[in-house]
């Protein structure tokens, strides 16, 4: 099997239809075997080191927490994931802990936002993306409490979010109002709650 054949076999045996630089060099193969799959069209370069088939379905949730391993969706594009609001955002959010500096970020269609780091794990869930992958998202809670915390989020994506979360079955008050005080956001909290239950 030569060394074209090897990286196809790799790719074949990934079930995410990806593979990176330094699993090739791994297996002895030079990376540059890689530069010439993409110049035949065979895969393309997804990010630094990281590389999909060409025939893989694109999942770009997926892919882009793939590339950016402490990135955490959140805020507009959370509530869409979980169901809480019909409006896809235009542009993902996604959440650092303060001092991850990827210089490629400011390449990507992202809305980048940064926490201290003892609040960056605080309500982390894992999903599926719409296309079956697992992704890492903020909880409903944790959500919410962003979200009423920033600036720039739509009044009525908040308003819907906080009516559904108030017929939820699966609504953790005491979650919610524990987290409204650890992100500052209590008074609010408290107000969409008195006016809603």
């Known amino acids: 099997m030569n060394d074209s054949e090897q990286i196809k076999e790799f790719l074949n045996a990934s079930t995410d239809g990806m593979i990176s ?14 530069q010439k799959l993409v110049e035949k069209g065979e895969i393309y370069r997804f990010g630094r080191g990281l590389y999909v088939k060409n025939n893989a379905w694109e999942d770009d949730f997926f892919l882009l927490q793939h590339k950016y391993k402490r990135g955490i969706y959140s805020h507009e594009i959370a509530l869409y994931l979980l169901g809480y609001s019909d409006r896809a955002p235009a542009k993902y ?9 990827a210089i490629s970020l400011k390449h ?20 599926k993306s719409p296309s079956g992958n697992p992704i890492r998202i903020y909880n409903l809670e944790r959500t919410l409490c962003d979200i009423l915390r920033g600036s720039g989020s739509d009044i009525q994506i908040i308003v819907d979010a906080m009516k559904r979360y108030a017929v939820s079955k699966e609504k953790d008050i005491h979650k919610l109002l524990q ?19």
Not at 108 to 127: A, D, F, H, W
Not at 182 to 195: A, D, I, S, T
Request: no cysteine; charged share 20%.
């Open 21 to 34: 630089s330094s699993q090739v060099s791994s297996a002895g193969i030079h990376r540059s075997m890689l």
């Open 93 to 101: 959010t996604m959440t650092f802990p303060k001092g991850y500096n």
């Open 108 to 127: 990507e269609n992202l809305i980048v936002k940064r926490v201290v780091p003892q609040n960056y794990p605080i309500g982390i869930i894992e999903i």
């Open 179 to 197: 987290y409204a005080e650890q992100f500052r956001v209590k008074p609010k909290v408290l107000h969409y709650m008195e006016v809603l239950l």
